[in-house]
């Protein structure tokens, strides 16, 4: 029996345990008298135990709404209200989130790069709260953490609401929560069943969704049953239909070009100067050579080529998806059962199903890929060799030849994700009169991810039809076309993730003080992760020769790793007065966790944090905690992976004495030289064991501080203010090309500049880039501080002379970052430390200043309605210009308008909702190359343009 077949018998069985509670429940109870704890009214602590729940971001169970952590609840209203089949579109509109975070608009390595930590293209939203990762935000399912925190799995219907916590938390949740927490609490107390079906489409009339959700549930007096299928659709999406992104735009020197890949069917051949010299083709001094292309004929004769120019390009952008492709099948259950007064069971489970693809141009190849056209071949009229490097015994030989597959067919990378979670468990307390509680779980999720990647160049194969006289040299012959299209294969690369943890809680009062009782929160788990990444043979990264069988970027290299955890935790309440002049409360709550990671050892982090109410009606509060964050299994066991980010070279153009100032990070590399060609230089990311490294956890402090005003002169009103600061020492993240290259340029005894590899003299392009390594490490310090602020305000009801207009609501979210200071080298010369709010780096992704959404609810009788404004403040795209380091440009501020109305038909159970997304159909701002996308940072903005959606709901 496999893992999810397990999970899904486990759900299964709770399911029938919850449908004997029912079947008891319906049984005739009229003659049974009342027991004495319905004829008694309960103790004051216990009925304090009743009202008492967990909150988000305490140990602690509290009777307060407003605590001391400053928690974001999006309630069922809020995500009905948006029309969104997936809950990843919520969340990523939150003013906390921000930096790079994937979601379907992102097809960036929606194939090619193969490696465990692909997202783009398999459907899924992750959250990167504060702009501080997606590795920094701990995803949790009813304070539980998921396995693979894809937000997309999670069905909408399971959810009562979202609790988003924007503070560091690592003493309430352990390793991950820096950034904050996103808590999803599930749905209690269903009774009924419902179903309903929505669509949509875009003004332009594509990237069309439909979906359907089927929800029933009963609840008795000692069971509660909930349990759900959904279903949802979303249609591909070309680049090609939209104008901003139809075709690859680059600002190189100030001017913005259309333009693309150098990689063209019709060839970039470097030939010697004695051949380029019947065209007149510059000649590269360095190198004594020039790039030709296929001009007329067949390719058989020097006279069919001619000088490539800057504008030979390929528009591969046109074939990318703007919307990925995605097809989602999700199940849950959720049951307790009372088994007694004080034991109850529970289950929470669910399973999702989704097929997705992302879809590239027809592959780029050449001798960079192990590719050989020997000058010996009858269709090469050239007389040199084309290889990768110099082939022994021929004098001839080393000159790049690269071109584009067409004839292969564009490359569909297609993605099959199961995940499957569970938690069950009991619960009760210790006696009837006790106000102490204790809870017993275990968890247990698994997530499998099967990538397909079709047309894949298989080289060996394409190395033979070469051989035996397929004319790559003309492409536009159809039957070449289907002589290299038999040169292609489908690698295939699968990822598992499982994790298992059982943990016991227990809480309750200690002892009574003068401003009221002690509490106290404690427990321990242990839990252990497991993740493992296989390659198909063909595909297997060859780390030497940076190639395998197929194209050299679908390589990738197999991973596999484990570990454990042991933690104990513990946190209290501590009041300190109560009902005092100037204190209606003031507490104090304090708060510990050890954890025993068996990959890091030891780490022991602790909080504190003040809740003081002057009055009534105003809350100060303040929390300051240390938080960590474990290497997770990728940072730990990831293979090598071949990545090919663009780098903005520093040994570019420099004279004779510069270059022998620099020789470490330059070294080959001629006088005035032009720059690595193409720009896109060969990296490996790997994991620091794969490489022979370790690594500790990143450490670090957040703070809160922030005041909760809920005026009684203002009955409905509620207003919130906090200041917060973040700070990590020890970051973990994969080196950056650049980084490692600037560092070693501006200090030659750089550990980095090891990682960096060129090609030497003996290459018809020395100083290239042959390889750089980019793995994990401890490197750099964060530091970034910012203000939220919201206010909630229901306002009183009026008239307008005898017309009711209804009831309104009104509501204001914003987020301002002050600083995302990063220091990237401390220590080393050269360093320093640059602060990034307010701009747009590969690295960090949009850091804008200022975020916010206003939001205008109207209801009447049967009525409803809500508007909605999102607001992205301007900021800066850094390094814009291919051509010129350092150039930066200004990104315009963004608005964006929803509408919702709604419509409920009592007579049949009904109710329908229509809505307008990107009202006024605004389009992103450009970014040109630097948008990992479709000329625009798909991580931020809306890609689709106006889109309407439409959904009808039944209750029986």
Not at 470 to 478: E, G, L, Y
Not at 715 to 743: C, E, K, M, R
Not at 867 to 872: G, L
Request: charged share 15%.
């Amino acid at each position: 029996m496999n893992h999810l077949s397990l999970a899904v018998r486990l759900a299964l069985t709770a399911g029938i345990l919850a449908a004997a509670g029912v079947a008891q429940a319906q049984t005739p109870q009229a003659d049974n008298p009342p027991s004495s704890d319905q004829a008694t009214p309960p103790s004051k602590s216990k009925a304090k135990t009743l009202q008492a729940v967990v909150v988000t971001g305490s140990l602690i169970r509290r009777v307060d709404a407003e605590t001391a952590s400053p928690v974001v609840t999006l309630d069922r209203a809020t995500i009905s209200n948006s029309g969104k089949p997936v809950l990843g579109d919520v969340l990523q509109q939150m003013p906390s989130i921000s930096g790079n975070a994937t979601n379907p608009q992102n097809n960036s390595n929606g194939g090619g790069v193969a490696s465990p930590l692909l997202e783009a293209g398999d459907g899924a939203s992750r959250v990167s709260l504060r702009g501080l990762g997606i590795n920094r935000t701990l995803v949790l399912v009813n304070g539980q953490r998921m396995a693979n925190p894809d937000i997309n799995l999670i069905p909408p219907e399971m959810i009562e609401r979202v609790d988003v916590l924007a503070e560091g938390a690592s003493t309430v949740y352990g390793s991950d929560a820096i950034g904050g927490v996103v808590n999803f609490i599930l749905r209690k107390d269903f009774k009924g069943a419902q179903f309903s079906l929505n669509d949509g489409i875009s003004s332009h009339g594509d990237a069309q969704r439909r979906g359907f959700n089927l929800t029933a549930g009963a609840t008795g007096d000692n069971f509660s049953i909930a349990a759900g299928l959904d279903y949802n659709k979303y249609d591909e999406t070309l680049a090609a239909r939209r104008k901003f992104s139809k075709q690859q735009l680059y600002l190189s020197s100030g001017s913005v070009v259309a333009a693309g890949s150098s990689s063209i069917p019709t060839g970039r051949i470097q030939v010697p100067a004695s051949v380029a010299s019947q065209y007149g083709c510059p000649i590269d001094p360095a190198t004594n050579t020039a790039n030709v292309t296929l001009a007329q004929g067949d390719g058989s004769s020097q006279a069919d080529y001619r000088c490539r120019l800057a504008s030979d390009t390929f528009n591969y952008a046109a074939l990318n998806y703007i919307q990925t492709a995605q097809k989602r099948t999700n199940g849950f259950v959720l049951g307790s059962y009372n088994f007694t007064d004080s034991l109850t069971g529970f289950v929470d489970a669910f399973y999702n199903h989704t097929v997705s693809s992302g879809q590239d141009a027809p592959s780029p190849v050449g001798t960079g890929d192990g590719l050989i056209i020997s000058s010996s071949n009858p269709i090469n009229p050239f007389g040199v060799t084309f290889s990768h490097g110099a082939v022994p015994g021929d004098p001839n030989s080393g000159y790049n030849f690269q071109t584009r597959l067409t004839g292969a067919g564009t490359r569909v990378h297609s993605y099959t994700t199961n995940t499957g979670q569970i938690n069950a468990g009991l619960r009760g307390n210790f006696g009837q009169e006790s106000s102490w509680i204790w809870d017993a779980s275990v968890n247990y999720s698994h997530t499998k991810r099967d990538q397909r990647d079709t047309n894949e160049v298989d080289i060996p194969a394409l190395q033979a039809a070469v051989d035996a006289g397929a004319n790559i040299f003309n492409q536009a012959d159809p039957s070449v076309g289907d002589q290299l299209k038999n040169g292609v294969k489908t690698p295939i690369y699968v990822f598992t993730q499982s994790t298992k943890q059982a943990q016991f809680n227990a809480s309750g009062e200690l002892w009574d003080l003068p401003a009221g009782a002690m509490q106290l929160s404690a427990g321990a788990l242990y839990r252990k992760q497991f993740m493992n990444y296989t390659v198909s043979d063909f595909a297997v990264l060859d780390p030497v020769s940076t190639t395998c069988q197929i194209l050299q970027e679908a390589c990738g290299s197999p991973g596999r790793g484990d570990f454990d955890v042991k933690e104990v935790y513990a946190e209290t309440l501590i009041p300190l007065l109560s009902e005092q002049p100037w204190a209606q409360s003031l507490n104090l709550d304090l708060g510990i966790r050890s954890s025993n990671y068996s990959t890091t050892g030891t780490t022991t982090n602790g909080k504190i944090a003040i809740e003081w109410r002057p009055t009534a009606d105003l809350l100060v509060r303040g929390t300051v905690s240390q938080v960590f964050r474990a290497p997770n299994l990728n940072e730990l066991y990831d293979g090598r992976t071949l990545v090919q980010p663009n780098l903005n070279d520093p040994c570019r153009g420099l004279t004779a004495a510069d270059l022998a100032a620099h020789q470490a990070a330059c070294q080959f590399v001629p006088v005035n030289w032009a720059g690595n060609s193409p720009a896109q230089v060969n990296t490996f990311y790997s994991g620091a064991a794969t490489v022979g490294a370790t690594l500790k956890p990143e450490k670090g402090k957040s703070i809160n501080l922030g005041l909760v005003y809920d005026p009684d002169w203002a009955p409905g009103l509620s207003t919130s203010v906090d200041f917060w600061h973040i700070y990590l020492s020890d970051t973990l993240t994969a080196i950056q090309a650049d980084i490692v290259v600037n560092s070693c340029f501006n200090n030659a005894s750089s550990p980095y500049c090891s990682f960096i590899h060129r090609e030497d003299n003996t290459s018809r392009q020395p100083g290239q880039v042959f390889l750089i390594n980019t793995p994990v490490v401890n490197l750099g310090n964060l530091s970034t501080t910012g203000i939220d602020y919201t206010l909630r305000y229901k306002i009183p009801h009026f008239d307008l002379g005898s017309v009711d207009p209804g009831n309104f609501r009104a509501g204001l979210s914003t987020s301002y970052t002050s600083t995302y200071n990063i220091n990237a080298t401390p220590g080393e010369p050269g360093a320093k430390t640059v602060n990034y709010a307010g701009t747009l780096s590969p690295q960090f992704g949009n850091i804008t200043r200022w975020r916010g959404t206003v939001t205008l609810n109207w209801d009447k009788g049967n009525w409803n309605a809500q508007w909605q404004s999102r607001y992205i403040n301007k900021l800066t795209a850094l390094n814009a210009d291919a051509a010129i380091s350092g150039v930066n440009i200004p990104m315009a501020s963004v608005i964006y308008h929803s509408i919702q109305l709604g419509y409920a038909v009592p007579s049949i159970h009904t109710r329908f909702d229509v809505g307008v997304d990107n009202l006024s159909n605004k389009l992103p701002p450009l970014v040109y190359q630097n948008g990992a996308n479709y000329n625009v940072d798909t991580a931020t903005y809306d890609v689709l343009g106006r889109y309407y959606w439409a959904r009808a709901t039944i209750k029986f």
